[in-house]
């Protein structure tokens, strides 16, 4: 009998080998994805709270006679926690085809879903079929496509531009310009499934060091902003995202104003030049969607390679409402008219029988 339940310490061993078998390239944290949900198994304890409190990547497995069959790992995306990621979907090769992917995915919309999310997203690679088949039948849909691009092993395989663009470390007071930009830049659909807040762009102030101490800053910051700002609009038209899940291994989005779509090639311009400034080496992949086309042919004309080409599928899960309560009411008794009034037109002529 197949059971569903958390992940615990105990099951690392099994879960770092059941991931070997997971055959699809993963947009990113190639390195890392065993790390990630390792820790996951040290938060046992956080299943049995609120999802709303959840603090590392929720993590539940599929077991037959103490042995993993499957995982799925889900988390969730800004504060408003309104939607959250499938991060991993992974079945074990010899039992493939009995349904389990499917339970998986049933059990965290009904575990989930209860707790008011209202959207589920997981990127797929363009070539599993299967798996785009399976997230077809469970009510998921394509909204956006992406293209992953690689940039070179080392910083100096890529030839940086003479004069950098003039972008800056974003902070804390661009929280709001950071929000505004980011709805700017997202589709409509988007915009309401992430469901972005102004506190998920907060940025804390870091202090001024020279370059490998700072840069060593970041990397354990996670996440930072590269923005580039028009003083005299005061807004921030153009913003690069990176996510640092260690030394080397790199995460880079773009978000462009639609306003100033140029500035994508001063955005990977100034990429370029910080990979060749602070030796950022090993995996940095960059994202450029369909609904940003300025970005894609921005890192083409810098012929950087890609990596693959991905689909974002979406979720939306909808509550049945409760059907309301009748409300009992005491019955009233109201005075019968005995005689009721009976009013005729002026004009209505009435026969008369008389002498």
């Known amino acids: ?22 055959n699809e390239p993963l947009p990113y944290e190639s390195f890392c994805a065993e790390d990630a949900l390792f820790r996951g198994g040290l938060t046992f304890w956080q299943h049995w709270l609120p999802c709303r409190w959840h603090i590392a990547p929720s993590i539940y497995l599929a077991k037959e006679d103490g042995v993993i069959l499957a995982l799925i ?12 990621r499938i991060e991993h979907l992974v079945v074990h090769p010899h039992h493939r085809g009995r349904g389990i992917a499917q339970e998986l995915l049933r059990y965290v919309f009904a575990l989930f879903g209860s707790q008011g999310v209202s959207h ?18 469970c009510g998921f849909r394509r909204s956006a496509r992406s293209v992953h691009y690689r940039f070179g ?31 700017d830049a997202l589709p409509p659909d988007l915009r309401l499934i992430y469901e972005y807040l102004p506190e998920d762009f907060a940025v804390s102030d870091l202090p001024v060091e020279s370059g490998d101490k700072f840069f060593k800053r970041l990397v354990r910051r996670k996440l930072w902003y590269w923005v580039l700002e028009d003083k005299e609009r005061r807004v921030i038209t153009a913003a690069i995202q990176v996510r640092a899940h260690r030394e080397s291994d790199y995460h880079l989005e773009f978000a462009i104003h639609p306003g100033w779509q140029h500035l994508a090639q001063e ?4 990429v370029l030049s910080a990979m060749a400034r602070y030796g950022m080496r090993g995996m940095v992949i960059a994202k450029a969607y369909d609904y940003q086309p300025s970005v894609g042919d921005a890192l083409q004309q810098a012929k950087i390679e890609k990596e693959g080409e991905f689909f974002l599928m979406t979720r939306e899960h909808w509550l049945r409402a409760k059907k309301p309560r009748s409300l009992k009411l005491d019955p009233v008794a109201l005075p019968t008219i ?18």
């Open 153 to 183: 092993g080392e910083a100096s395989s890529q030839k940086p531009p003479a004069e950098a663009p003039p972008f800056r470390l974003a902070l804390p007071s661009d929280r709001q310009a950071l929000y505004q930009l980011h709805q």
């Open 73 to 84: 790992s889900v988390s969730s995306i800004g504060k408003a926690r309104a939607s959250w």
């Open 1 to 22: 009998m197949i059971k569903i339940e958390p992940l615990f310490a105990t099951d690392s061993t099994q879960m770092r080998a059941l991931m070997r078998h997971q």
């Open 267 to 270: 955005a990977v311009s100034f």
């Open 120 to 137: 589920f997203v997981i990127e797929v690679s363009g070539q599993n079929a299967a798996a785009l088949s399976l997230l077809g039948s």
């Open 338 to 355: 005995v005689k009721p009034a009976i009013n005729l037109p002026r004009n209505l002529k009435v026969p008369f029988s008389g002498e």
